[in-house]
T-cell receptor, first 115, second 113 residues
């Protein structure tokens, strides 16, 4: 099976712009989680989508949003970019059955630089 | 919410020695504990995980132990090799927030030949 893919791999934006990142999960996986990774804060949870519904949300401002499509692909959007949004954005997919916690597999990430 | 503490932040060992990384968690409802390895410029890769109904799990040179009473879990790497050099992250998850992992801050492991 192909792994989790993310596009684009690198992005350079300026303050005030907005950006959309895409994540394609492993075939058959229905849950997609997003994380922000920075040297200062480590890996921080943004949100998780399952069956096109946001099921969990981390402590990020409303400028960070996401969605999931019927094919389980997910996008996240950041509006009004700030310098502090520069980070590696990782998505992870999980099989997810009923109440069972399944392993999460990460994509390669999108490196966002805000100038 | 859950809080995961990881120690040490850096660890240097000689090739062939063992390495141990320890994590503690705060939420007694957490029941799934994965470990990820992240090499420079690459994605985090799941290397081993343990669920709360198990006390220890091994996979070749890697083992994880879990003490639910003390709320801590550890990663043990034996016979370390230079290719084990990477950042290792522990994480915790609980059933009420499926799909959300709470990560430790990571341990930079360096194995010297």
């Amino acid at each position: 099976k192909a792994g989790v893919t993310q596009t684009p791999r690198y992005l350079i934006k300026t303050r005030g712009q907005q950006v959309t990142l895409s994540c394609s999960p492993i075939s058959g996986h229905r849950s997609v989680s997003w994380y922000q990774q920075t040297p200062g804060q480590g890996l921080q949870f943004l949100f998780e989508y399952f069956s096109e519904t946001q099921r969990n949300k981390g402590n990020f401002p409303g400028r960070f949003s996401g969605r999931q499509f019927s094919n389980s692909r997910s996008e996240m959007n950041v509006s009004t970019l700030e310098l502090g949004d520069s980070a590696l954005y990782l998505c992870a997919s999980s099989l997810v059955g009923g109440r069972e916690i399944n392993e999460q597999f990460f994509g390669p990430g999108t490196r966002l630089t805000v100038l | 919410g859950e809080n995961v503490e990881q120690h040490p932040s850096t660890l240097s060992v000689q090739e062939g020695d063992s390495a141990v990384i320890k994590c503690t968690y705060s939420d007694s409802a957490s029941n799934y504990f994965p470990w990820y390895k992240q090499e420079l410029g690459k994605r985090p890769q799941l290397i081993i995980d343990i669920r709360s109904n198990v006390g220890e799990k091994k996979d070749q040179r890697i083992a994880v132990t879990l003490n639910k009473t003390a709320k801590h879990f550890s990663l043990h790497i034996t016979e370390t090799q230079p290719e084990d050099s990477a950042v290792y992250f522990c994480a915790a998850s609980r059933g009420s927030t499926l799909g959300r992992l709470y990560f430790g801050r990571g341990t930079q492991l360096t194995v010297w030949p």
